[in-house]
Each structure stands twice: as C-alpha cells, then as structure tokens.
C-alpha cells in the first residue's frame, strides 16, 4: 500500500492565515448564535497555531510577547 502524497504550493502559515480569513468571512454571513460563535473560535484556533508554530520555528525559541 502506497501513501497518497500532495505537494503544498503555499506555506503552513500562508494557509492558515487564509483558513482564518475564510472562516472570519463565513461567520460575518451568519447570524449570531452558537454557529457563528463556532465559526469564530475555529479562526481564533487558526490564529493561534499560526503564531505558536511561528515562535517554534523562531531562533532561540524564546517565549511569544504580547
């Protein structure tokens, strides 16, 4: 059994930077309730690894400011 394999054209950061964007754009359609509060964290979600994956991969590694 052979492992599928896909070639990203575009950096981690790149896609979840776009993921939040979409997903701040489908919660601006919705109407305010639990769904749009879901929508909303899954951005915010994205938002966060994109910044802990960036002090990973900063020299040093020292602790992310404010």
């Known amino acids: 059994m052979q492992r ?3 070639k990203q054209t575009s950096s981690f ?3 979840l930077a776009e993921q939040a964007k979409q997903l701040r754009e489908q919660a601006r359609m919705l109407p ?3 769904v749009r509060d ?3 964290k899954r951005a915010r ?3 966060t690894a994109a ?3 960036e002090w990973l991969m ?3 590694l020292q ?3 404010e």
């Open 38 to 40: 879901a929508v909303e």
């Open 45 to 47: 979600q994205a938002d």
């Open 58 to 60: 900063s020299p040093g």
């Open 32 to 34: 305010p309730g639990p």
């Open 13 to 15: 950061e790149e896609r």
């Open 63 to 65: 602790p992310p400011r």
């Open 51 to 53: 910044r802990v994956n």
């Open 4 to 6: 599928r394999r896909f």
